[in-house]
């Protein structure tokens, strides 16, 4: 992989602390944000400062590091009950990406064998979780571009990419293995209304990255699928249940349902800390309803008729029939079913 493709990253360790660059401004403006107290990553987290499931949680590791800092240098020994309050922030920050609670309850197991000052300790556990996250997103790049044939067209949704994981991205890791292994022809994003990840973000990464991407409204997605340019929707997860049923992105379950009616292939591309074993079926995710302002405004400019109201669910669930693949880096499961997603978590055959 040439590293022109893979340049971006967009939350690191910095000068004893956490450095995120503000997706918000992207991509008039490349601002980094530093941050040395937890509850102000918290904010950042509900601010979509950082957002997407995997970059979520590496950067719910650092505030834990930063909440120990705080914590041990005020109560010492008893820096463990000191820091509940920061853990408990960071939780309530966003409700339905999993990688972010899977992220925090590593970290909290690594307090047990700590002894002392716990800052060493925790930062090279952030710093694990973070690097781990680029492996796992490489390996799911190999093993999603190698189920892409015939110099494919793909659409994507959202933003999978080095700003929403530890770097490389999931879904655009695909992309991205897919367009230097030359088994893909074009690249298409929804712009993903309302934050516009894909307008905003996937664009300016794809174009930074130098592969060539065409938007499109969301609502023409069906009219590309019937065009007959596109033969596989890839997108990334922020929580997969049990039994192969995805969350992702408002829209995402629109274009499962168009996929299927034209035949085109729907690959969900996710490291295993976004499956969720506890929750048997998508029904039971919870879904973040946002304000319904980012609705009935866009760039801070109403643009809603004054009066009306506006419905902001921030994902919604897209049955394992509509699925096709679900990617991670243990390995592909083919048209998921509880048994096939057990024997994934499991390390067992399951043909
Ligand atoms: O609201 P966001 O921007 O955090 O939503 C992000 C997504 O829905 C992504 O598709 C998902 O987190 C997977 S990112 C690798």
Known sequence: MSSSHDTIRAVSWQNDGLQLLDQRALPASENQLH??????????IRDMVVRGAPAIGIAAAYAVVLAARQAYAR????WRHEIEMDLQALAAARPTAVNLFWALRRMRAAFDAIQGDPVAALLAEARAIHDEDIQANRRMGELGAALLT??????THCNTGSLATGGYGTALGVIRSGWVNG??????????????QGARLTAWELVRDDIPVTLLADSAA??????????????????IAANGDVANKIGTYSLAVNARHHGVRFMVVAPTSTIDMQITCGADI????????????LGGQRIAAIGAEAWNPAFDVTPAELIDAIVTERGVVERPTAAKMSALMNGTDCA
């Open 35 to 44: 941050y040395t107290e937890a509850t102000a990553v918290a904010q950042a």
């Open 75 to 78: 109560a010492g020994a008893n």
């Open 150 to 155: 015939d110099m494919a067209g793909v659409l």
């Open 183 to 196: 088994r893909i022809r074009a690249v298409y994003a929804d712009e993903t209304r309302p934050w516009l």
């Open 222 to 239: 069906a009219q590309l699928m019937r065009s007959g340019r596109v033969q596989w929707v890839i997108v990334g997860s922020d929580r």
């Open 286 to 297: 919870p879904i973040e309803n946002r304000d319904p302002a980012e609705v009935l405004s």
